[in-house]
């Protein structure tokens, strides 16, 4: 397949990362895009910050192959995690969620605000530090939430689905006893299960990160192209190319396989 040179990489754990992939579609068609799902090695958020750290570099070193120019690092467990101390000379220029996301919560006058995300997420608090840098009044409430990703990746959405409907009620009614009056979606496969979310969050405002960091790549970068796409996947591309259907509702395109570790060594 041809390179795009110019493009825009965009990578996550699996589909989590396509709901930054349709922002940047709605806000600049013309980008050429390139989006990686390490599906092989989901879920990320279970995992420890050294080899987070290796997968990162890794996809990166994989875009930077195909063609990309620059990144987004559409994964709220590897963007909070560089958002505290980022790789030494990235093969690609990258842009993670948790700054756009920070910044669109604090634009809402929230001062309490609540982050659903991974356990690694939580458990490193780059959400915190790019909010209390941008209002360091602000109050962060954390809730980590480990089964929505595999829910997602299976292609699970249905608000009645009994458990989705269990992970939500386990996971959401701690995180609104102290009253948030925004929460940012800090994993970007949340955005896809927010029908259930939102059953129970009713009016408060969610923030979506991939679409955040989307709309911030496109006012800096301003990326042209020719709106052409590139699929790639380390895991089962037919499994992907189901789920992403169940979840976005439109039919994609089969992605071709590829294996991160290599494109590192090679
Ligand atoms: N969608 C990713 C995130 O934003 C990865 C979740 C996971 O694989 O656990 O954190």
Redesign the pocket.
Same mark, same amino acid.
């Given at each position: 397949m041809a390179e795009l040179a110019g493009a825009v990489g965009i990578f996550? !754990? $699996?589909l989590? $990362?396509l709901t930054a992939l349709l922002a940047m579609e709605e806000l600049c068609p013309e980008a050429d895009i390139i989006y990686f799902g390490d599906t092989a090695r989901?879920?990320? $958020? !279970?995992r420890e910050d050294p080899e987070l750290r290796v997968f990162a570099r890794q996809n990166l070193q994989l875009l930077q192959c195909r063609g990309a120019a620059g990144a987004i690092a %559409?994964?709220? +467990? &590897? !963007?909070s995690l560089l958002s505290r101390a980022p790789l030494e000379r990235p093969p690609l220029p990258v842009t993670g &969620?948790t700054r756009a996301a920070a910044a669109a919560a604090v634009g809402t006058g929230a001062r309490r605000i609540g982050v659903l %995300? +991974?356990a %690694? +997420?939580v458990r490193n608090r780059g959400f915190l530090a790019e909010i209390q840098q941008l209002e360091p009044g602000a109050r962060v409430f954390f809730s980590a939430c480990p089964g929505f990703?595999p829910l997602a990746e299976a292609g699970v959405n249905d608000p009645e689905h009994p458990e989705l409907k269990r992970a939500v009620e386990q996971y959401l009614p701690p995180l609104l006893e102290q009253r948030p009056e925004a929460i940012i979606l $800090?994993? +970007?496969?949340y955005p896809l299960l927010r029908e259930a979310i939102e059953r129970l969050t009713g009016d408060i405002p969610l923030i979506d990160?991939?679409r955040e960091a989307a709309a911030e790549y496109c006012r800096r970068v301003k990326p042209r192209g020719s709106g052409r796409r590139q699929y790639l996947v380390s895991g089962d591309p037919q499994g992907f190319c189901a789920a992403a259907e169940k979840l976005l509702g439109r039919r994609m395109p089969l992605p071709e396989r590829a294996d991160p570790g290599k494109a590192e060594r090679g």
């Amino acid at each position: 397949m041809a390179e795009l040179a110019g493009a825009v990489g965009i990578f996550d !754990s $699996g589909l989590g $990362g396509l709901t930054a992939l349709l922002a940047m579609e709605e806000l600049c068609p013309e980008a050429d895009i390139i989006y990686f799902g390490d599906t092989a090695r989901v879920p990320y $958020g !279970s995992r420890e910050d050294p080899e987070l750290r290796v997968f990162a570099r890794q996809n990166l070193q994989l875009l930077q192959c195909r063609g990309a120019a620059g990144a987004i690092a %559409a994964c709220g +467990t &590897i !963007s909070s995690l560089l958002s505290r101390a980022p790789l030494e000379r990235p093969p690609l220029p990258v842009t993670g &969620i948790t700054r756009a996301a920070a910044a669109a919560a604090v634009g809402t006058g929230a001062r309490r605000i609540g982050v659903l %995300a +991974t356990a %690694a +997420t939580v458990r490193n608090r780059g959400f915190l530090a790019e909010i209390q840098q941008l209002e360091p009044g602000a109050r962060v409430f954390f809730s980590a939430c480990p089964g929505f990703v595999p829910l997602a990746e299976a292609g699970v959405n249905d608000p009645e689905h009994p458990e989705l409907k269990r992970a939500v009620e386990q996971y959401l009614p701690p995180l609104l006893e102290q009253r948030p009056e925004a929460i940012i979606l $800090g994993c +970007t496969h949340y955005p896809l299960l927010r029908e259930a979310i939102e059953r129970l969050t009713g009016d408060i405002p969610l923030i979506d990160a991939g679409r955040e960091a989307a709309a911030e790549y496109c006012r800096r970068v301003k990326p042209r192209g020719s709106g052409r796409r590139q699929y790639l996947v380390s895991g089962d591309p037919q499994g992907f190319c189901a789920a992403a259907e169940k979840l976005l509702g439109r039919r994609m395109p089969l992605p071709e396989r590829a294996d991160p570790g290599k494109a590192e060594r090679g």
